[in-house]
């Protein structure tokens, strides 16, 4: 799976900066195949990511310095202002790294299966960098 999202983390000097990436996504789920020979829709997965495809991705607490104004969202970061139109913003908890997209994926994924076991989520932020997470633990 792929899905192509912007996002900063501001405390990073490289990566401080509005930038995007192709991501990608590998996950492996366990468990009995069921009627129909699949463990698991791939359609079924393939939702938990849909609304991250083409968005900006940003830490939720960040929103206390935005100011929402119409459609728009007025951001901070670093002492740089940005309006993004708010439907092309998604919040997360945490700061949007590549450790903490692949926990997103992967708690969204295990609220999503109950008898499958989802075992590892990996995210690819680019070519040669990734992360997986194994249900809270990052490598
Ligand atoms: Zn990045």
Not at 14 to 26: A, D, P, Q, S, Y
Not at 47 to 62: F, G, N, T
Not at 85 to 93: Q, R
Not at 105 to 127: G, H, T
Request: aromatic share 10%; hydrophobic share 35%; charged share 30%.
């Amino acid at each position: 799976m792929s899905f192509s999202a912007a996002h900063v983390l501001p405390t990073d000097t490289k990566c401080g900066r509005l930038h995007g990436h192709n991501w990608k996504v590998e996950v492996g789920i366990e468990g009995k195949i069921k009627e129909g020979g699949v463990v698991i829709d791939f359609y079924d997965v393939k939702l938990v990511i849909a609304d991250l495809d083409h968005k900006i991705i940003l830490r939720k607490s960040y929103s206390e310095e935005a100011i929402t104004h119409s459609n728009s969202l007025k951001y901070r970061i670093n002492g740089k202002i940005y309006i993004f139109p708010t439907e092309d913003v998604v919040f997360i908890s945490d700061e949007p790294t590549c450790e903490n997209i692949a926990r997103l994926i992967w708690r969204r994924l295990d609220k999503l299966v109950s008898s499958p076991k989802v075992i590892e989520v990996k995210v690819w932020e680019s070519e040669y960098s990734w992360s997986a997470d194994k249900g809270g633990q990052s490598e």
